[in-house]
Structure formats: structure tokens, C-alpha cells
């Protein structure tokens, strides 16, 4: 399964758009800040798997409280959600022991505008970076393995 991951879109579908006409892809998911934009996207896809979460910019518009999902993707265990409630700005220790505690695989986040991947090969944190810059992920996931590549156009 091959799944184009974008966040912080902040109004801009065009990137979205672009990217996914050029790349190929089963599913894509959007963390958060412009979850209209990535549902505009999305109708434009119908048979593409969709996640998304809000962040805290959508949070004021929708009243969210559901600010992250678990998904099963591959094989893979993956935790979605934008980051804002784990304060990734400061640092990833929040959010890693958040998925220690849930034994997830994979975290997807968002919200520092800035692209960030680690894998221990235990854990997997992925920040695709701001798609309004063009920034996005790529992550593959099959037969319970994943991998993961950060690009740009």
C-alpha cells in the first residue's frame, strides 16, 4: 500500500492537486490544518483510501475533539493526529511515549511546519513539513513493513 502523506495545506489545494497527479497512490492522508482542503481533494478521488485529523487551526472551526486516529495500513499499526496536543514544536519525547503506549508502529504528525523522520525500527515518527511549500511523504507499507521517504516538488 502506497499512501502520499501532506499536512498544514492552510488553504492551498494546488500542491495536494499537483502532487497527487503526479504520483502514484492507494490512499493519502492529510494531519491537519486545512482538513477542507483535503476533503476538496479527496472528492476528486473517490476510490483513494482517505484519512484525516484536525489540527489546531481546523479545532476553532469544527470544535474537534477527536484530534487523532489509529489505522491498520499494510499490516502496520499507525498513528494519525496533527501534534499540537503533544507539543512537537519543543521536541518528539511526548509523542514517542504516546506511541509506546499504544504499540504502535508509526506516528504521522504535523504542525511545526518542518519535515522530521525517524525510524528506529521499532518506531517511526514522519512530519511530511507544510505541503503550501510543496513538502510531502510518501510511505509504503505492506506485509507489516514500512518505509518512508520525505520529497518536495
Aim: charged share 25%; proline share 3%.
Amino acid at each position: 500500500m502506497r499512501y502520499i502523506v501532506f499536512s498544514d495545506s492552510h488553504g492551498s489545494r494546488r500542491e495536494m492537486e499537483k502532487i497527487l497527479g503526479r504520483e502514484k497512490f492507494d490512499g493519502f492522508i492529510h494531519l491537519g490544518d486545512g482538513m477542507t482542503d483535503a476533503e476538496d481533494v479527496a472528492s476528486l478521488y473517490p476510490s483513494a483510501a482517505f484519512i484525516s485529523v484536525p489540527g489546531n487551526c481546523d479545532g476553532l472551526f469544527f470544535g474537534s475533539d477527536e484530534t487523532e486516529t489509529e489505522a491498520v495500513i499494510g499490516g502496520v499499526r499507525i498513528l494519525v493526529c496533527h501534534g499540537h496536543r503533544y507539543q512537537v514544536k519543543y521536541g518528539v519525547g511526548m509523542i514517542w511515549k504516546r506511541a509506546v503506549e499504544l504499540g504502535v508502529r508509526a506516528v504521522l504528525f504535523g504542525h511545526t511546519h518542518e519535515p522530521y523522520y525517524r525510524d528506529t525500527g521499532e518506531i517511526m515518527l514522519l512530519n511530511p513539513g507544510t505541503v503550501r511549500m510543496g513538502e510531502y511523504a510518501v510511505i509504503e507499507a505492506a506485509d507489516g513493513r514500512i518505509t518512508a521517504e520525505l520529497l518536495s516538488l
